[in-house]
């Protein structure tokens, strides 16, 4: 009942910035938290940077210092701001997040996005 669509990615130099979008739409109740994920081939999906209904933030290690999440709670919206890209930041990024569906469910369903690309070269 929630559907996630990202955009933003491609591809960029190394030190240059990319500002990821995705929109959450469907039937739900609340949403939260909603976050980002990177994956690349070989290698498990792993979290990149997360943030709460609330504005609490929470990041990998990999992206301190050089990313920003923020959500706009009213259009269900949340956005990675990319700066100072490195190759090794390459990857398929994918929107997450958890959905409360029904009054009568406390249950925070999982979903995801298709993933937007972003390719960064050296």
């Known amino acids: 009942q929630v559907q996630l669509v990202e955009s933003g990615g491609g591809l960029v130099q190394a030190g240059g910035s990319l500002r990821l979008s995705c929109a959450a739409s469907?039937?739900?109740?609340?949403?939260?938290?909603m976050g980002w994920y990177r994956q690349v081939p070989g290698k498990q999906r792993e979290l990149v940077a997360r943030?709460?209904?609330?504005?609490?933030?929470m990041y990998a290690d990999s992206g301190k210092g050089r990313f920003t999440i923020s959500r706009d709670n009213a259009k269900n919206t949340v956005f990675l701001q990319m700066n100072s890209l490195k190759p090794e930041d390459t990857g398929v990024y994918y929107c997450?997040?958890?959905?409360?569906?029904?009054?009568?469910?406390?249950?925070?369903?999982?979903?995801w996005g298709q993933g937007t690309p972003v390719t960064v070269s050296s």
């Open positions: 469907g039937s739900f109740l609340n949403i939260d938290p």
């Open positions: 943030v709460t209904s609330s504005g609490s933030t």
């Open positions: 997450h997040c958890n959905a409360q569906l029904y009054t009568w469910s406390s249950t925070y369903d999982v979903y």
